[in-house]
């Protein structure tokens, strides 16, 4: 999508024009509509490095001199402070208490991958396309290793231990499943909102709405995806969110009407599965040191993969044991 992004800037302006004489004017020009389009600062210079990626490419495919795109290097990227395009707000954290009282408001599904990927302090993109065969339960601490991250270009193995608090969550959800299935699927969400509107119904089912339920299931016409991805997974998280407030709403207008002053919840801020990925790195931060968030989360530079990899590993997996520890309640006494 941001390719496509980019792309369509130039051709907007400069469709007609030979590439050889795309200069480093000409991206200045694509530059300054990105700005004044409104994008960030950090997306406006992400988006002309990627037309540079796209010239680059044509260099290797024969279809751009390579003084062209060697040129395109010089454009600067835009400095804070120095242009109109805004700056984002970092992201925050989110709080665990505003995750607690999310769960009750989300499908089963969505519900345990937020709690899965909170723990594991994952990425979104992580969480949403892990398959049974992908975890390893051979040892006490499980290791998931996805098939695609955000390091797989660049070669990085990417090891994630689930503890004991992670096994109990996905532990039920992988009975019955290929190893070529996803455990996290939103076909299994659809059934449970099924379920759950099936609950809060009020009326009678009528002959006719059974009629067309039957038509539907010999007939099925929608589409539904075997597993999330980073989109549908926060859009599914946002859509729980939207449903809880304007219960909280309906709620506070019906007791008014009425005359009934009953505290009630107040409603819930709008926050990301990125947030969740944020908070349990800040967390490790503050109880283990920066070295062992920096191993959770699988982050690392391209310099040091092979020096680092098994090291991160087992301090990985150190932590991961550290969380499947007893709590001390629930430690038998001597």
């Given at each position: 999508?941001?390719?496509?992004?980019?792309?369509?800037?130039?051709?907007?302006?400069?469709?007609?024009?030979?590439?050889?004489?795309?200069?480093?004017?000409?991206?200045?020009?694509?530059?300054?509509?990105?700005?004044?389009?409104?994008?960030?600062?950090?997306?406006?210079?992400?988006?002309?490095?990627?037309?540079?990626?796209?010239?680059?490419?044509?260099?290797?495919?024969?279809?751009?001199?390579?003084?062209?795109?060697?040129?395109?290097?010089?454009?600067?990227?835009?400095?804070?402070?120095?242009?109109?395009?805004?700056?984002?707000?970092?992201?925050?954290?989110?709080?665990?208490?505003?995750?607690?009282?999310?769960?009750?408001?989300?499908?089963?599904?969505?519900?345990?991958?937020?709690?899965?990927?909170?723990?594991?302090?994952?990425?979104?993109?992580?969480?949403?396309?892990?398959?049974?065969?992908?975890?390893?339960?051979?040892?006490?601490?499980?290791?998931?290793?996805?098939?695609?991250?955000?390091?797989?270009?660049?070669?990085?193995?990417?090891?994630?231990?689930?503890?004991?608090p992670e096994q109990e969550i996905i532990g039920p959800r992988l009975e019955g499943?290929?190893?070529?299935?996803?455990?996290?699927?939103?076909?299994?969400?659809?059934?449970?909102?099924?379920?759950?509107?099936?609950?809060?119904?009020?009326?009678?089912?009528?002959?006719?709405?059974?009629?067309?339920?039957?038509?539907?299931?010999?007939?099925?016409?929608?589409?539904?995806?075997?597993?999330?991805?980073?989109?549908?997974?926060?859009?599914?998280?946002?859509?729980?969110?939207?449903?809880?407030?304007?219960?909280?709403?309906?709620?506070?207008?019906?007791?008014?009407?009425?005359?009934?002053?009953?505290?009630?919840?107040?409603?819930?801020?709008?926050?990301?599965?990125?947030?969740?990925?944020?908070?349990?790195?800040?967390?490790?931060?503050?109880?283990?040191?920066?070295?062992?968030?920096?191993?959770?989360?699988?982050?690392?530079?391209?310099?040091?993969?092979?020096?680092?990899?098994?090291?991160?590993?087992?301090?990985?997996?150190?932590?991961?044991?550290?969380?499947?520890?007893?709590?001390?309640?629930?430690?038998?006494?001597?």
């Open positions: 999508g941001n390719y496509r992004t980019a792309i369509e800037a130039v051709l907007e302006v400069y469709s007609g024009v030979p590439v050889d004489e795309f200069e480093p004017k000409t991206l200045v020009v694509i530059q300054k509509r990105f700005e004044q389009r409104g994008y960030a600062r950090g997306y406006c210079n992400k988006l002309i490095n990627l037309t540079r990626t796209i010239f680059r490419w044509g260099v290797s495919q024969e279809l751009v001199p390579s003084t062209v795109a060697d040129a395109l290097k010089y454009v600067r990227a835009l400095r804070k402070g120095k242009t109109i395009a805004p700056e984002t707000e970092p992201r925050q954290d989110v709080p665990d208490e505003v995750v607690e009282r999310t769960l009750p408001a989300l499908l089963p599904t969505v519900a345990a991958m937020v709690q899965v990927q909170r723990r594991a302090a994952m990425r979104p993109n992580e969480v949403c396309r892990m398959k049974v065969g992908d975890i390893d339960r051979s040892g006490e601490i499980w290791l998931y290793r996805p098939g695609q991250h955000k390091g797989t270009w660049r070669g990085h193995d990417k090891v994630v231990p689930l503890g004991r499943k290929e190893p070529d299935q996803h455990v996290f699927s939103p076909r299994d969400a659809l059934e449970e909102k099924k379920v759950r509107d099936s609950a809060n119904r009020k009326t009678k089912v009528q002959p006719s709405q059974v009629k067309r339920k039957e038509e539907r299931a010999a007939n099925p016409q929608r589409n539904v995806r075997d597993h999330y991805d980073s989109g549908s997974y926060g859009r599914s998280l946002a859509r729980g969110i939207e449903l809880f407030n304007r219960h909280i709403e309906k709620q506070k207008k019906e007791n008014t009407e009425k005359g009934i002053d009953i505290p009630l919840a107040d409603p819930l801020p709008h926050w990301t599965p990125y947030q969740l990925r944020h908070a349990a790195v800040t967390e490790i931060t503050k109880t283990d040191g920066l070295d062992v968030a920096r191993a959770v989360a699988g982050q690392k530079t391209i310099n040091i993969t092979q020096r680092y990899n098994h090291a991160d590993q087992k301090i990985a997996i150190r932590h991961a044991e550290k969380r499947s520890m007893p709590k001390a309640e629930e430690r038998p006494r001597e």
